[in-house]
């Protein structure tokens, strides 16, 4: 089957270079020349295990090809992919503007009966938008289908190649077919593909994203009222995720959620809801939730220390996860801010986010080689992002390079006991003070 792919972001480079893996001949298009020069010579924009490998294997096999001809790519192709970012507007609702002139695109190049799918996060009611742009334009039917993907950041391949379900919005039995035939080798092993109607298929991803930044969000908040009860979030969470009703998925406490999906997609599933006139108060309280526990590391570095300006603090993990450099509304932003705002200075560590740090931030904070190196002189060290090189560090050493023993922990990854009994002045989510 001969798939193309428009645009090479997170989303179209994974289901570009999976579909390749299964031996369907895929063109991925951008109109970022640059963008794809670089992704013609296995140079990838973004950090996602597994990834530059399955690339590099496809293209030299054949199947996997990026260009900027996006009228020679649709004329050959039986299956469109829309995958063009779909920015969060000033209002908070989904930016369609480039959703809406691909199409149209597509409309004016199809020369063969083609499935057009949607591929982007997109809300209820984008795929009417598809089909009225390309018709406009059309000289030979086509078929809309709205594909919502469920990717992990860090996870990406894996959850491509092996998912726990395809959702598939159609309303035509070509459409069905062709869909049923391209999906056929990842669920090989009897995962479900969902056939449903088109705005059903394009609720659910904004529901299921709504459902895990609520139990994120949920969580923080109980762990917050641990601190304030002497419970400890640890063991409640044990106890509530045996539960079979609620699992122990999303139940870990942190400084907050971020990405490139959970703060866009909750915004945009709120801004629809008021203007359906169905307002979600619960999601309304999971997005201010979020932006309170961001601020949760910086209140406690302030606790634990006294006073913050005029300190250096060591800051191990920039990207929002680990196994990812994706920086969007990373909570270690926030808390680099706060730090600067309080006139600290910062040197920070990622393993994988550095150059996207550089980026954002410039020269407002110094990038330490390794992540010990950003400890020496340090008034107090927070740990971020959960990396596995930052799970079981050399305390001695860290202390030894540290001013004052203070680690700020996000992520609870480390033992309180083995903490106090080191000497360190220790703090973490939910689990009060050691």
């Avoid at 969580?219 to 419970?231: D, P, Q, R, S, T």
């Avoid at 999303?250 to 990405?259: A, C, E, K, N």
């Avoid at 619960?282 to 979020?290: D, F, I, P, W």
């Avoid at 020496?376 to 001013?403: C, H, M, Q, S």
Wanted: charged share 25%; glycine share 8%.
């Amino acid at each position: 089957m001969r798939i193309t792919v428009i645009g090479t972001g997170y989303v179209g480079l994974v289901a570009g270079a999976c579909f390749a893996e299964t031996g369907s001949e895929v063109t991925c298009v951008d109109v970022d020349v640059e963008k794809i020069d670089r992704l013609t010579r296995n140079i990838l924009p973004i950090y996602e295990p597994g990834l530059d490998s399955l690339v590099q294997r496809n293209q030299e096999q054949g199947r996997l090809t990026f260009c900027t001809d996006l009228p020679s790519a649709v004329r050959t192709a039986d299956v469109v992919f829309i995958a063009v970012g779909t920015p969060p507007d000033e209002d908070g609702s989904a930016d369609l503007r480039h959703v809406v002139a691909v199409s149209e695109m597509i409309g004016i190049h199809l020369a063969r009966e083609t499935v057009i799918v949607t591929k982007s996060t997109v809300p209820v009611g984008t795929a009417d938008k598809v089909r009225a742009a390309v018709a406009a334009q059309a000289k030979y039917p086509f078929h809309v289908v709205s594909n919502p993907e469920f990717l992990k950041e860090g996870a990406a391949v894996d959850d491509f190649l092996k998912p726990d379900r395809v959702v598939l919005g159609v309303d035509s039995d070509f459409a069905r077919t062709v869909m049923a035939e391209l999906y056929a080798p990842f669920v090989r092993t009897g995962k479900p593909v969902i056939f449903m109607d088109i705005p059903s298929a394009e609720m659910t991803k904004y529901a299921a994203n709504a459902m895990l930044a609520t139990r994120i969000s949920l969580m923080n908040e109980i762990a917050n009222l641990c601190e304030k009860v002497g419970a400890n979030v640890d063991l409640v969470r044990k106890g509530i995720g045996s539960d079979s009703r609620i699992g122990p998925s999303f139940l870990f406490p942190g400084p907050g959620y971020g990405g490139s999906c959970f703060p866009k997609d909750v915004k945009a599933l709120l801004k629809t809801s008021e203007a359906m006139g169905a307002p979600m108060q619960v999601l309304r309280g999971v997005e201010n939730a979020n932006d309170r526990q961001k601020s949760r590391l910086f209140e406690k570095l302030r606790d634990a220390l006294g006073e913050v300006e005029g300190t250096r603090i060591a800051v191990w993990g920039l990207a929002f996860k680990a196994q990812t450099d994706d920086m969007r509304e990373s909570p270690a932003l926030t808390l680099i801010d706060a730090l600067l705002q309080a006139k600290a200075t910062v040197t920070a560590h990622d393993p994988a986010a550095m150059d996207e740090a550089e980026r954002r931030l410039g020269s407002r904070i110094a990038y330490a080689k390794t992540n010990y190196d950003s400890l020496d002189g340090a008034d107090a060290l927070v740990v971020v992002t959960d990396w596995n090189e930052y799970r079981f560090p050399d305390f001695a050493r860290i202390k030894a390079a540290l001013k004052r023993p203070v680690v700020i922990d996000g992520r609870n990854l480390y033992d309180q006991a083995k903490m106090a009994q080191l000497g360190f002045i220790y703090r973490s989510i939910g689990r009060g003070a050691a």
